[in-house]
């Protein structure tokens, strides 16, 4: 219940920008799918991820963004023969980062938070870097296209995956 709730509060936060003149603007969002394929042990039990991310951006300086991020995936599991199959990974993450743009358009960023698990997994400490493009468009919104590495430390062990985001920034 606690990760539904935060999740609305975000997306939430994230609406009012919609009230405010492309001017005025210090926060925008973006919403779009993911992909990721898992890497490492992980890739033993599961394959690739789907699913849907919100990312919010507070202008802090020039070309320096602070991130909020948050959404939901779920990795396919793999099965293991003898009619044995590895239920699939949902994850929630939940994550703040900064956003730093190298120059007109092209950025780096890292993010820091936590991922929350379906099925009694548990909470783990999630990272990502990621580097990306914000294409603009006519309408003077952009497009915002980032590949990244998504990492987990759950119960001293690691999960991974290396993914690509496409997201509409408002």
């Known amino acids: 219940m606690k990760k539904i709730f935060l999740?609305?509060?975000i997306t939430a936060i994230c609406t009012g920008a919609f009230a405010q003149k492309e001017s005025d603007r210090k926060f925008g969002f973006s919403v779009g799918p993911e992909i990721g394929f898992a890497?490492?042990?992980f890739s033993n039990t599961h394959s690739v991820g789907v699913g849907a991310t919100i990312q919010g951006d507070f202008n802090i300086a020039t070309s320096t963004n602070f991130t909020l991020t948050t959404g939901y995936l779920s990795y396919a599991g793999k099965s293991a023969g003898s009619g044995i199959k590895f239920k699939a990974a949902g994850i929630i993450p939940l994550k703040a980062g900064i956003k730093y743009f190298l120059s007109q358009g092209f950025y780096g960023a890292a993010q820091l938070g936590a991922g929350f698990f379906n099925n009694g997994g548990g909470t783990?400490?999630?990272y990502t870097p990621m580097l990306g493009y914000e294409f603009d468009t006519k309408s003077g919104k952009?497009?915002?296209a980032s590949l990244k590495y998504?990492?987990?430390?759950?119960?001293g062990s690691g999960l991974g995956s290396v993914g690509v985001r496409l997201a509409?920034?408002?």
């Open 142 to 144: 952009a497009v915002d």
């Open 124 to 126: 783990a400490l999630a």
């Open 39 to 41: 890497v490492g042990n």
């Open 168 to 170: 509409y920034r408002f």
């Open 7 to 9: 999740a609305v509060a």
């Open 150 to 155: 998504d990492g987990y430390s759950i119960n």
